[in-house]
């Protein structure tokens, strides 16, 4: 089955941008999803088909994909930006959701 | 706008079945083109998706759940439900609800719900 990996943990100082990796193996061929969830909240899509934002979403969050790898970069990053994020994609070869592990983001 | 919202028992014993409905409201759940899905999050944890049903019926769900999985719509009340069967300690968790469509960009959640498997 298709896996997603994120790394654990990102820690960015306030004001400066932070980028969360997801790996997987020709991820650029699929579409990439992402979510912030903060705690005691449900997920909220932040980036949808690996670089559009849904409406309300600041447009300091952006993404990329290509290769083994997409990225949610994250701009002037504030306090309140601090979150879990995951990637997400549909394997279409099999018709599953993947959900990559997750990535703590902290604000120093 | 379009809401969702979970419901069912927050408490199942052991190796019995687990069922939660979400309701939506704010929209129609026999909407062509959307899949209504079940994503889980067991404490401290990340995200696992369970299982979607297309608004014609067809159903996925995840292959390591997928003989546990039950996933079904009811137009009538504008509903969607899970049934997990032979439930254990594992598999508490908050279980979400959530609209996706073909590229599966879940989008909107439900609150979730707390549901813990104890005797």
């Known amino acids: 089955s298709y896996v997603l990996t994120q790394p654990p943990s990102v820690s960015v100082a306030p004001g400066q941008a932070a980028r969360i990796t997801c790996g997987g193996n020709n991820i650029g061929s699929k579409s990439v999803h992402w979510y912030q969830q903060k705690p005691g909240q449900a997920p909220v899509l932040v980036v949808y088909?690996?670089?559009d934002r849904p409406s309300g979403i600041p447009e300091r969050f952006s993404g990329s994909n290509s290769g083994n790898t997409a990225t949610l970069t994250i701009s002037r990053v504030e306090a309140g930006d601090e979150a879990d994020y995951y990637c997400?994609?549909?394997?279409?070869?099999?018709?599953?959701?993947?959900f990559g592990g997750g990535t703590k983001l902290t604000v120093l | 706008q379009l809401q969702l919202q979970e419901s069912g028992p927050g408490l199942v014993k052991p190796s019995e079945t687990l069922s939660l409905t979400c309701t939506v409201s704010g929209g129609s759940i026999s909407s062509s083109s959307y899949y209504w899905g079940w994503i889980r999050q067991p404490p401290g944890k990340g995200l696992e998706w369970i299982g979607s049903i297309y608004s014609s019926g067809s159903t996925y769900s995840n292959p390591s759940l997928k003989s546990r999985v039950t996933v079904s719509v009811d137009t009538s009340k504008n509903q969607f439900s899970l049934k997990l069967s032979s439930v254990t300690a594992a598999d508490t968790a908050v279980y979400y609800c959530a609209r996706h469509g073909p590229g599966a960009t879940f989008d909107p959640w439900g609150q979730g719900t707390l549901v813990t498997v104890s005797s």
């Open positions: 088909d690996d670089s």
């Open positions: 997400q994609v549909w394997d279409s070869t099999s018709d599953h959701v993947v």
